[in-house]
């Protein structure tokens, strides 16, 4: 019954911009932080971006601040992860995940999982 459904993910350009979504359902949506992760071949799965909407708070990791941005629409339950001046390096697969209340930038506080959403940036 619960559900995190990522959207958006696609083959861009560097330095193009794209926005994924993060559709949530089956739970108080606005008692959840949203966090974004993401997952490169070879790679361990990394905190990208955190929302928490009923704490006012937003986290970001050193390789995407000012690049990404997060936000949050709670009457849709869609949280979404605005990306611009995108770079190879930012090619993964793309999680969102919810975690009650507090945002944390460890993927194992989370209780919630999407499936993922596949980001592809060309050089």
């Known amino acids: 019954e619960v559900q995190l459904v990522e959207s958006g993910g696609t083959l861009v350009q560097a330095g193009g911009s794209l926005r994924l979504s993060c559709a949530a359902s089956?739970?108080?949506?606005?008692?959840?932080?949203i966090g974004w992760f993401r997952q490169a071949p070879g790679k361990e799965r990394e905190a990208v971006s955190c929302?928490?909407?009923?704490?006012?708070?937003?986290y970001y990791a050193d390789s995407v601040e000012g690049r990404f941005t997060v936000s949050s629409d709670n009457d849709k339950n869609t949280v979404y992860l605005q990306m611009n001046s995108l770079k190879p390096e930012d090619t993964a697969v793309y999680y969102c995940?919810?975690?009650?209340?507090?945002?944390?930038?460890?993927?194992?506080?989370?209780?919630?999982w999407g499936q993922g959403t596949l980001v592809t940036v060309s050089s």
């Open positions: 995940a919810a975690e009650y209340e507090l945002c944390s930038n460890y993927a194992n506080e989370y209780d919630y």
């Open positions: 089956g739970f108080t949506f606005d008692d959840y932080a």
């Open positions: 929302i928490s909407s009923s704490h006012g708070d937003t």
